[in-house]
């Protein structure tokens, strides 16, 4: 059976930062695209990054390019989200998503074959 377990969420002044993680199991984490995606309330979920299976390409959202960083440890079954100068728009329910051997399409939800309960992060003013 597959798991993916986000953590470090939390609360988070605006200009904080906070780092996630996404334990993954049930699947051969290395041949696997992970993807961060969030969803605040009354909106739909986007795409925030990405990163190929090899952990040799990178995709961002604009909004985030220069403040979030993706990144994984293939040895640890892990994907991290490094979210620095953290703004109230980023605020959000974030999730990671995994994609066997994907290369196309990965701003797009639909190409994640499994996902993440979720990890809630909160930016005050």
């Known amino acids: 059976q597959v798991h993916l377990v986000e953590s470090g969420g939390g609360l988070v002044q605006a200009g904080g930062s906070l780092r996630l993680s996404c334990a993954v199991s049930g699947l051969t984490f290395s041949r696997n695209t992970m993807g961060w995606f969030r969803q605040a309330p009354g909106k739909e979920r986007e795409f925030v990054a990405a990163?190929?299976?090899?952990?040799?390409?990178?995709y961002y959202a604009d909004s985030v390019k220069g403040r979030f960083t993706i990144s994984r440890d293939n040895a640890k079954d892990t994907v991290y989200l490094q979210m620095n100068t953290l703004k109230p728009e980023d605020m959000a329910v974030y999730y990671c998503?995994?994609?066997?051997?994907?290369?196309?399409?990965?701003?797009?939800?639909?190409?994640?074959?499994?996902w993440g309960q979720g990890t809630q992060v909160t930016v005050s003013s």
């Open positions: 990163i190929i299976w090899t952990g040799h390409s990178t």
């Open positions: 998503a995994a994609a066997e051997y994907k290369i196309v399409g990965l701003l797009m939800s639909q190409t994640y074959e499994y």
